[in-house]
């Protein structure tokens, strides 16, 4: 399954800034000491998030920010544009609502503009769970999105391969980037949790350090339970 990392479907093939597609899945690293859960956070009826560091600067909800909304209007802006389209500010809201809606929860701090989302995607009937190389390749598809996008430039990017309790295999992907000229970070997880495909996914544009610390905090520590 291919979750594509997109300002207009918030979702980074693994691309260098070379354009060549790592083929070769590093080694899993060494089992880390589990921490304890402190704070948990329903996704849904069967899925549940542990967090071993709360979040106190945080909000967390199931529909996006006003702020986040605007930040997506904005660049639908420039895909018009780009492409000499004109629609109503009514008409732009609702598409980014619409595609932001695919996340069944958002964790955000207006004061900085930093997000996360977070979507879990069931497998179709008959699908067939992934395997690990499935997975990997599905962090690369994300990837490449990333790079084809509008206003993207410079960037570099790292994937691992992950720990995540609860998940049969997870992959982390870290990105450094300059949109529209302005330095922004990505971090994310790619993962599978049976019957679940799960994407987490971190955007800061950099204006509070403690905001990378936070959520890189969470993210090496998150454990999911899916209730079957």
Not at 126 to 134: H, M, S
Not at 184 to 198: C, D, Q, R, V
Not at 201 to 226: G, K
Request: charged share 25%; proline share 5%.
């Amino acid at each position: 399954m291919k979750k594509f990392l997109s300002f207009l479907l918030p979702s980074l093939f693994l691309l260098s800034a070379c354009g060549h597609f790592q083929q070769t899945m590093p080694p899993l690293p060494q089992a880390a000491e589990q921490l304890p859960v402190v704070d948990r956070l329903q996704i849904a009826d069967d899925i549940v998030i542990g967090l071993s560091y709360r979040l106190d600067r945080w909000q967390s909800e199931s529909e996006a920010p006003d702020f986040l909304i605007e930040e997506f209007v904005h660049h639908i802006e420039h895909e018009l544009a780009e492409k000499g389209l004109v629609r109503s500010e009514e008409e732009k809201i609702a598409v980014a609502r619409k595609r932001l809606a695919a996340n069944e929860l958002f964790i955000f701090r207006s004061e900085s503009g930093a997000w996360v989302s977070i979507d879990f995607s069931r497998l179709r009937e008959g699908e067939r769970a992934p395997d690990r190389r499935a997975v990997f390749n599905s962090a690369g598809y994300a990837a490449e999105s990333l790079a084809g996008e509008e206003g993207v430039a410079a960037l570099d990017y790292r994937v691992s391969p992950v720990r995540l309790p609860g998940a049969a295999y997870a992959f982390r992907l870290d990105a450094d980037y300059l949109l529209h000229e302005e330095p922004h970070k990505f971090s994310g997880l790619i993962a599978f949790a049976n019957p679940y495909w799960f994407y987490v996914y971190y955007n800061d544009p950099l204006t509070d350090r403690e905001d990378f610390t936070d959520i890189d905090r969470m993210l090496r520590t998150l454990q999911v339970t899916v209730n079957q």
